[in-house]
């Protein structure tokens, strides 16, 4: 058992790692942005059910929530914005995965929810408009907040969600099929 949870903190650093790479797509072009829970559901899912097969107890989830808030502390991120979701992300990953008794089920809806990771970044666009608008005119390239406004209806945030938590889902099943068949 110790040896599987030191295969924990190598999932919560590829998880932390990839979690950034999927905020960095947003900086390719603005529809990027507006799908993080899109490209996190393809990035992260693999990761996330793996480390879930690998433990089946309590503290996966708060193991890889852990791993990108040890992230969010190193790049001076860790605001309330970006903590609060994670956590309870984790939480509800975590009940999930006991609820259903660290089930295949349970652990692919968990992955699926564990996949928001990148919410606190995301979510902006349709809570937190002017705040994001004026962050895209200071960091991004001219025109980019314009674009970005324009690409991010108040509609778009459900068919984001419901195609990310689908793509989670497709992959989660695929990594179970390659890697974990028999598990």
């Known amino acids: 058992m110790k040896n599987k949870w ?3 903190i190598l999932y919560a650093v590829l998880y932390a790692a ?12 603005p529809v990027l942005f507006v799908c993080y829970q899109i490209t996190a559901g393809i990035l992260l899912s693999g990761i996330i059910i793996t480390a879930f ?8 989830a708060v193991c890889l929530a852990l791993g990108m808030l040890c992230l969010l502390v190193l790049i001076s991120d860790a605001v309330p914005w970006h903590v609060i979701p994670l956590i309870v992300i984790a939480a509800a990953a975590e009940a ?12 692919l809806i968990s992955a699926a929810v564990m996949s928001f990771s990148t919410f606190g970044y995301y979510g902006r666009i349709w809570f937190n408009r002017a705040y994001t608008y004026e962050c895209a005119l200071e960091e ?11 690409v991010s209806p108040s509609w778009a945030l459900p068919l984001v969600v419901v195609i990310g938590i689908a793509a989670s889902l497709f992959v989660s099943n695929l990594t179970l099929r390659m890697f974990h068949h028999g598990e």
């Open 6 to 8: 030191k295969k924990m």
């Open 18 to 29: 990839v979690s950034a790479v999927v905020c960095f797509t947003g900086a390719v072009h």
């Open 53 to 60: 097969q690998q433990v089946k107890a309590f503290g996966a």
């Open 96 to 107: 999930i995965r006991a609820a259903t008794g660290y089930s295949r089920m349970g652990d």
């Open 140 to 150: 991004m390239p001219a025109g980019y907040g314009d674009g970005l406004m324009a």
